[in-house]
């Protein structure tokens, strides 16, 4: 049931946030293969990437990392297929971040029904010594997600790729 959810989350996400993305864009982007393009073997750091960090996945095959937002120490599952940063909202509080109910403005389909999102930006994520500067996110309400998830409008923005069963990201 819960990977229905995350999965019905994600699909909602990335129908509201990519039309946006997409028209954001003036200039061609450069190929995806550029963002996952193999790395030597090794694990080591590549000469091109001065920082780097292995994630193993853990007992259920997925990954997951614990990063600073803004500061603050939170945990996150890694989610290649979530368009934004999701937050549930007692995490985002603990940033000093209350939107208002009239904020949630982002429809968001889980396995539950529709819930509505907050959009935000957060100042500052590192993850391991990776880090992103103002980072779109969505707040979302706690029991319309069960952890907090770490999407594209932070991995886009470092060099990742699945390598020997881990996942490696470069900055």
């Given at each position: 049931m819960r990977n229905v959810m995350i999965f019905a989350?994600?699909?909602?996400?990335?129908?509201?946030v990519?039309?946006?993305?997409?028209?954001?864009?003036?200039?061609?982007?450069?190929?995806?293969a550029d963002v996952v393009t193999p790395a030597p073997a090794a694990p080591a750091p590549s000469s091109t990437y001065g920082r780097?960090?292995?994630?193993?996945?853990?007992?259920?095959?997925?990954?997951?990392v614990a990063a600073e937002v803004d500061g603050r120490r939170m945990d996150f599952l890694i989610d290649?297929?979530?368009?934004v940063i999701a937050l549930r909202e007692q995490d985002?509080?603990?940033?000093?971040?209350?939107?208002?109910?009239?904020?949630y403005t982002a429809n968001v389909a889980t396995a539950n029904g529709v819930v509505r999102g907050a959009p935000?930006?957060?100042?500052?994520?590192?993850?391991?010594?990776?880090?992103?500067?103002?980072?779109a996110a969505l707040v979302l309400p706690d029991d319309a997600l069960g952890q907090n998830l770490l999407g594209m409008s932070f991995l886009s923005r470092v060099r990742w790729e699945h390598r020997d069963g881990r996942l490696v990201l470069e900055q």
């Open positions: 989350f994600l699909a909602v996400v990335v129908a509201a990519a039309p946006r993305y997409f028209a954001s864009i003036s200039a061609p982007a450069a190929p995806v780097n960090m292995t994630i193993e996945p853990g007992r259920n095959g997925h990954f997951s290649t297929g979530a368009s985002a509080a603990r940033l000093g971040i209350h939107p208002a109910r009239r904020e935000v930006e957060l100042g500052l994520v590192e993850v391991g010594s990776l880090s992103v500067r103002n980072v």
